[in-house]
């Protein structure tokens, strides 16, 4: 398994433009989340969903949308990216609460997002 | 509202010193689960370990271990023997299952450990 799997590594963004972040698991989790990490406040929870179809807010919304189309992919869109995204987002995916061991979550390698 | 607290923003310790990391969580629920990650330079996060709030044995794994206090609301870490290969940001994180539904992780701010000969 390639495990929780995100693209691309690294992006330069102008004020305004959009991009989408894009995330994939091949363990046939039901949860899946995006989290961003800023110097001084950990990460935050910004959209997640419990399964294709459904997603809800976190703690940090704002600028950010996402659909789950299907069970693998969780893209995350910047509709118009503002300096204040500039972080690194972190993908996570876990088994659904039949698994013992559902919540630990199992994190991507991240995104490091600069915006100009 | 859920809040985790690392107050140690940045620790020093010379290699084979024993150190501790603390945790202090905040919480309504009575089902939650607490972790450890580790975040290397490299910029992964790597998971060291899951405790239930229902499970106060401590766990020791190899030069790790993590002592659990309900009482004081309290998940700590310690190294002992610290390497250098031990520098690096720890984050613990709290993910309650009755309001939370076990998707939403609260960590704290990390504490960045570093080792040094």
């Known amino acids: 398994n390639a495990g929780v799997t995100q693209t691309p590594k690294f992006q330069v963004l102008k004020t305004g433009q959009s991009m989408t972040l894009q995330c994939a698991q091949d363990?046939?989790?039901?949860?899946m989340s995006w989290y961003r990490q800023d110097p001084g406040m950990g990460l935050r929870l910004i959209h997640y969903?419990?399964?294709?179809?459904?997603?809800d807010q976190g703690e940090v919304p704002n600028g950010y949308n996402v659909s789950r189309s299907t069970t693998e992919d969780f893209p995350l869109r910047l509709l118009s990216a503002a300096p204040s995204q500039t972080s690194v987002y972190f993908c996570?995916?876990?088994?659904?609460?039949?698994?013992?061991?559902?919540?630990?979550?199992?994190f991507g390698p991240g995104t490091r997002l600069t915006v100009t | 509202a859920q809040k985790v607290t690392q107050a140690q923003t940045e620790i020093s310790v010379v290699e084979k010193e024993d150190v501790t990391l603390d945790c202090v969580y905040e919480?309504?629920?009575?089902?939650?689960?607490l972790f450890w990650y580790k975040q290397p330079p490299s910029g992964e996060l790597v998971f060291l370990i899951r405790r239930n709030s229902f499970d106060e044995q401590n766990e020791i794994s190899g030069r790790y271990s993590w002592n659990f206090q309900k009482s004081t609301s309290s998940f700590n870490f310690t190294i002992t023997a610290s390497q250098v290969v031990d520098s690096a940001v720890y984050f613990c994180a709290l993910n309650p299952i009755l309001t939370g539904g076990g998707n939403k992780l609260t960590f704290g701010t990390g504490t960045q450990l570093k080792v040094e000969l």
């Open positions: 919480t309504r629920d009575t089902t939650y689960y």
């Open positions: 363990m046939n989790h039901e949860y």
């Open positions: 969903s419990v399964g294709a179809g459904i997603t």
């Open positions: 996570a995916s876990r088994p659904s609460r039949r698994d013992r061991a559902s919540y630990e979550q199992y």
